[in-house]
């Protein structure tokens, strides 16, 4: 079976790219304001189900249920328990830390999947690259400001990680999914994403629901993680249904701008969503980054966009090779 000819349409990919990092900021600034009153498990729930209802949509306009089949059910699946992780940790953490600081710290992504192309995908880092990555951790390691008592942070420091973890697991299925391949259509990718969320969400609800592992809890995150599920309010309600519009939104644009458009060219525009991050921050809790945010967020997205331009270079250096 051959593989459909390659799409490549950069000015659509940019737009949808920005679309997603719209909707995708519009989405954690939700799950923050119901970080504490509800469940994390009933806020994903309730999301993916409305997302996954309108993904479903979506596939009747690419092709219909046809296209739902896949050769690499496992890699989906593995993709999918990827990007739960990566959701679960961050959501954990937003409920207590700012969030423009989190999703600073979670942007360490692309360093990580550079670090991470090493053993999977078999290539090397050069010195410039290397320079790279290490001032983006650098930016992170200032964000968890080791020299700082514990007593004096506003947060844990396990939850100050919980961002980085999110960014590991983003990172992992990322390089997973580049070097396995995918031929899905986008809407089907969303479909399958949804449907793990929704999945992992009734297994944990069916184990925690009950609010059983709660009792005497005072860490609000943990108690985002275990809180027992209870009824919306009115007002509430519109906002469990802009997280499901938001994530199928969220969830086919990035999928479509990844299959028309090179990975290299996207990459940079994702940023737009830390810089939303920090707007809705301030905006909606009066968030205001302090100098080791913003000397973090800096170093962060400079040592991303120079692996960036280092790539573009070197790709840029194979073809006149090749083409000499």
């Known amino acids: 079976m051959t593989s459909a000819p390659r799409i490549n349409k950069p000015a659509a990919g940019i737009a949808l790219v920005l679309a997603a990092m ?26 993916a189900l409305i997302g996954l209802a309108l993904c479903l949509v979506f596939v009747q306009f690419e092709g219909g249920w046809s296209i739902l089949k896949t050769r690499q059910p496992g890699l989906h699946v593995f993709r999918g328990l990827l990007i739960v992780i990566a959701n679960s940790s961050f959501f954990a953490a937003i409920a207590v830390v700012p969030l423009g600081e989190a999703t600073a710290i979670f942007f360490a992504a692309p360093l990580l999947i550079t670090l991470f192309s090493v053993p999977v995908l078999g290539e ?17 390691l200032i964000m968890q400001r080791p020299w700082a ?24 299925q ?26 992992v969400s009734i297994l944990v609800g069916a184990i925690a629901g009950d609010g059983r592992f709660a009792d005497g809890l005072e860490n609000p995150s943990l108690l985002f993680l275990l809180r ?21 939104i969220v969830s086919y644009c990035i999928s479509a701008a990844y ?36 000397a973090g967020i800096v170093l962060i997205v400079a040592g991303g966009l120079a692996v960036f331009f280092r790539e573009r270079h070197l790709e840029a250096r194979l073809k006149r090779e090749e083409n000499a």
């Open 149 to 172: 008592d514990a007593g004096t942070l506003d947060v844990s420091r396990i939850v100050l990680l919980l961002p980085l973890l999110a960014a590991s697991a983003y990172a992992l």
């Open 174 to 199: 990322q390089v997973i999914t580049r070097r396995l391949g995918l031929d899905s259509k986008a809407s089907a990718m969303a479909v399958y994403i949804q449907f793990i969320f929704l999945v």
């Open 259 to 294: 299959r028309m458009t090179d990975a290299g060219i996207l990459a940079p525009f994702e940023y737009a969503g830390l810089m939303m991050a920090v707007f809705w921050g301030w905006v909606i809790w009066g968030e205001i980054p302090g100098p080791e945010v913003a």
């Open 228 to 248: 027992p599920w209870i009824w919306p309010e009115t007002l509430d309600i519109w906002r469990f249904l802009a997280l499901g519009t938001n994530i199928a």
């Open 124 to 140: 090397r880092i050069g010195p410039v690259r290397l320079a790279a990555v290490l001032t983006g951790f650098a930016g992170v």
């Open 22 to 47: 719209l909707s995708m900021s519009i989405n954690d600034a939700l799950v923050k304001s119901l970080s504490g009153d509800y469940p994390l498990h009933q806020v994903i729930f309730t999301r």
